[in-house]
């Protein structure tokens, strides 16, 4: 089992719609929780990232994290079809390395 | 412009040559990462370097090699190459120290095709 487990998708979704995204973890000491975005022929860009449970809310995205249930989630409200890409959810493993998911692939059909 | 830059962006080679991938940053960041992208598998870490004299083995350094020549350049050498290793490759950079949660700063990868 990967420490980290992400359905690979694809999703398509109407524009407007709400998209949720998620991820589960097994690893109880991850304490950081990010979700990078890549664009085709593109390396991923960070996204958001959160520290321990909680929400956080940047415009039109929303990350949470329930750590009592190990399962991260990334919302997009009012979808639009430059959101459409891959989504990787990634957690620092103490200093040195992150671990990812395998990534959700993304469609915003207008 | 670009901070971390990747050469070739493209590449296409045969069963058994020798292939080095070249990353190079302008982001004066001490620690750069080499991973490789499969479709469903995620990204995946081949080698780290936290300093030019620093190398480390990630999940999935067999049949790969590396070298810091500088602060600024990290390459990735497949001496022998095989066609499962077709794939993206990724040159990531991050600076230790701003916060815990590690942000690492991707180039625009390598698409490999071993035949």
């Known amino acids: 089992q990967k420490e980290v487990e992400q359905d690979p998708g694809p999703l398509s979704v109407p524009e407007g719609a709400i998209v949720s995204l998620n991820c589960t973890y097994s690893?109880?000491?991850?304490?950081?929780f990010m979700w990078y975005r890549q664009y085709s022929r593109k390396g991923p860009e960070l996204l958001m990232y959160?520290?321990?449970?909680g929400n956080k809310e940047d415009g039109r995205f929303t990350a949470q994290v329930d750590k009592s249930s190990k399962y991260i989630s990334l919302f997009i409200r009012d979808s639009q079809p430059s959101d459409s890409a891959t989504y990787l959810c990634?957690?620092?493993?103490?200093?040195?390395?992150?671990?990812f998911g395998q990534g959700t692939r993304l469609t915003i059909n207008p | 412009d670009a901070d971390v830059t990747q050469t070739p962006r493209n590449r296409i080679t045969k069963t058994g040559k020798r292939i080095m991938l070249e990353c190079s940053q302008t982001?004066?960041?001490?620690?750069m990462y080499w991973y490789r992208q499969d479709p469903g598998l995620g990204l995946r870490l081949i080698y780290y370097?936290?300093?030019?004299?620093?190398?480390n083995k990630g999940e999935i350094s067999d049949g790969y090699s590396v070298s810091r020549q500088a602060q600024a350049k990290f390459s990735l050498s497949l001496e022998s190459a095989i066609p499962n290793q077709t794939a993206l490759y990724f040159c990531?950079?991050?600076?230790f120290g701003r916060g815990g949660y590690n942000e690492q700063f991707f180039g625009p990868g390598t698409r490999l095709t071993v035949l």
């Open positions: 959160t520290y321990s449970s």
């Open positions: 690893n109880s000491a991850f304490q950081y």
């Open positions: 370097s936290f300093d030019v004299k620093d190398i």
């Open positions: 990531a950079t991050s600076d």
């Open positions: 990634a957690m620092p493993e103490g200093a040195q390395k992150l671990v």
């Open positions: 982001k004066g960041h001490d620690r």
